[in-house]
């Protein structure tokens, strides 16, 4: 079975009567938990944006508590766990400002949780490669929240170089 294309899909969607669309959709929900979780913020978080970026800086701080910095092994995992959460929810959100946003949030928490990133190469490339995205995401951004956010980057110290 061949998928359709976007654009076939969407064609399809407009025309159908609204009750069989609310089943369609339900029924999509029902197969995946990320279906399920777009389809929430969709729903319920889409229209405040701020009020999502403030709930998913709490779940990643609540991730990063679990960080034992003493074991690099399981340290590494649970940063990529957290950065594997943050990077769906910026992809539910669609929004480069909550993209920014979080993963400055992720870098400082990163800093914070006591683990010496120059030591250990994996750890100081991912670090490095969401400066890059961020800096990706900033320059995309109107002037004044180019600012703001440019200086929440310029606090972030990446370990053994200047930003």
């Known amino acids: 079975m061949n998928a359709a294309t976007v654009k076939e899909i969407r064609d399809e969607l407009e025309v159908l009567p ?14 995946k938990k990320e279906n399920k979780e777009l389809l ?27 960080i034992n910095p003493r074991h690099l092994y399981q340290a590494k995992k649970t940063i990529r766990k957290t950065l594997r959460l ?48 961020i800096k990706q995401g900033i320059a995309t951004l109107h002037d004044d929240l ?4 440019s200086k929440q980057l310029e606090e972030l110290s990446r370990p053994g170089s200047q930003i």
């Open 86 to 133: 943050t990077s769906k929810y910026i992809r539910f959100s669609g929004s480069r400002q909550a993209e920014a946003e979080l993963l400055i949030h992720f870098c400082s928490l990163l800093n914070r949780s006591g683990i010496e990133l120059e030591r250990n190469q994996v750890l100081l490339n991912l670090y490095g490669n969401q400066i890059k995205k």
């Open 40 to 66: 929430t913020y969709l729903l319920f978080e889409a229209h405040d944006l701020s009020g999502y970026v403030a709930g998913v800086r709490l779940e990643m701080d609540a991730s990063m508590l679990d």
């Open 146 to 149: 180019q600012y703001d956010l």
């Open 18 to 31: 609204q009750k069989q669309l609310v089943d369609i959709i339900q029924r999509l929900a029902r197969f």
